[in-house]
């Protein structure tokens, strides 16, 4: 018996267990599909202890948020239709997660099915989609006081904090080779130090308040249904933690408003698609416009420049510090993924007019 089948045998998931087997391509954690002889399948993981070293602030933060949407759900009678949310299995002793004898952290959760994933946006009403599941999400959770939750990655989103890192890899750097792009991305950052601040000022200021939030809003983090293509869930909930819902928006937009992907040959073929933007946006505030603030409205375009920048400059430290974080195929492939990330900034920038006004004309 393997240590995966080992593993799930001591979950109670409803049947016997049929197979186990490698499932996804996910960079972090172990992840397996569970066949059981009902007919149902679940989902068993290894949490990466590297990237989570307290799990259990996952499971816990997973059980207050589940808990409260269905709360939500339940009393919301005025919604046409809701999202789908994984059951978490109880192992036999009535716990929520295994650890083996080498310390590896296991949970099991309830498999969605007949679902898939999206890499990208074919389509405008693919965006509608996105921007319901994400708005209804936040709809969702608007309400949970935050301090119930625990910051699984503290620290994560903060753009000062990565841009001091940079700075300090920056000037460690002895074994980077010297080249164009790198010098291209060293002098983006450098003209734009200040945009870092573009949401953590206000933060401090008390303008923009903190939420639970997902944290990690990229487009194949949405699962939609296979026959009638709606989202019907928003998975991998392991960054849910207090934060900005601006980090969201703009993850989101930054994932599904760029076509050409993240790792692009060809750079010139990385732009912001404003009609997937206006449609993202659009059925998003329909679905939580109700509590967004004036001042949350005045800060989304500020996210969505933010948010690619972040990324990019996350890529490049990590390219700085010898690729130790982002796994790569190629030595300069986080150099490269970072060039997209600013050229996706760019992009923005000369939208910046045309994306805060169809933000304006949606507000109301």
């Given at each position: 018996m393997t240590l995966e089948q080992d593993i799930a045998a001591a979950f109670d998931l409803g049947g016997r267990i049929v197979d186990v087997r490698p499932y996804g391509h996910g960079l972090i954690n172990d992840t397996f599909v569970v066949s059981i002889d009902t007919g149902h399948r679940a989902i068993l993981q290894r949490i990466n202890r590297h990237v989570f070293p307290r799990p259990e602030q996952i499971m816990d933060n997973l059980r207050a948020l589940t808990d409260h949407i269905r709360r939500r759900q339940t009393s919301d009678k005025a919604a046409a239709r809701e999202l789908q949310w994984p059951r978490i299995f109880s192992t036999r002793n009535g716990e929520d997660s295994v650890v083996d004898a080498h310390g590896g952290f296991w949970r099991a959760m309830g498999f969605i099915e007949n679902t898939h994933t999206l890499e990208t946006i074919t389509d405008t009403s693919q965006a509608e989609e996105v921007g319901f599941a994400l708005g209804r999400f936040h709809a969702l959770i608007h309400d949970l006081d935050p301090s119930r939750l625990h910051e699984t990655l503290p620290g994560f989103h903060n753009a000062p904090n990565y841009l001091a890192r940079f700075a300090a890899a920056s000037i460690r750097?002895?074994?980077?080779?010297?080249?164009?792009?790198?010098?291209?991305?060293?002098?983006?950052?450098?003209?734009?130090?200040?945009?870092?601040?573009?949401?953590?000022?206000?933060?401090?200021?008390?303008?923009?308040?903190?939420?639970?939030?997902?944290?990690?809003?990229?487009?194949?983090?949405?699962?939609?249904?296979?026959?009638?293509?709606?989202?019907?869930?928003?998975?991998?909930?392991?960054?849910?933690?207090?934060?900005?819902?601006?980090?969201?928006?703009?993850?989101?937009?930054?994932?599904?408003?760029?076509?050409?992907?993240?790792?692009?040959?060809?750079?010139?073929a990385v732009h912001f698609d404003l009609d997937i933007c206006h449609a993202v946006i659009k059925h998003y505030f329909f679905e939580a416009g109700a509590f967004l603030t004036p001042h949350d409205h005045r800060y989304i375009y500020d996210a969505i420049r933010l948010i690619p920048f972040e990324l990019g400059l996350r890529f490049l430290t990590d390219h700085l510090e010898g690729n130790h974080y982002f796994k790569v195929d190629w030595p300069d492939q986080n150099l490269h993924r970072a060039l997209v990330q600013f050229a996706l900034t760019t992009s923005i920038e000369r939208n910046e007019a045309r994306i805060k006004s169809l933000i304006k004309a949606l507000e109301t």
């Open positions: 750097r002895r074994e980077t080779p010297d080249n164009a792009e790198l010098r291209n991305c060293l002098s983006f950052v450098e003209t734009r130090r200040n945009l870092a601040d573009a949401l953590e000022a206000p933060r401090r200021e008390g303008k923009l308040l903190s939420r639970p939030i997902h944290g990690d809003t990229k487009l194949n983090n949405f699962l939609f249904a296979v026959e009638s293509g709606r989202a019907v869930s928003l998975i991998d909930l392991d960054t849910v933690q207090p934060g900005l819902f601006h980090f969201d928006i703009g993850d989101c937009l930054r994932s599904c408003a760029n076509s050409a992907g993240e790792s692009p040959e060809d750079i010139t």
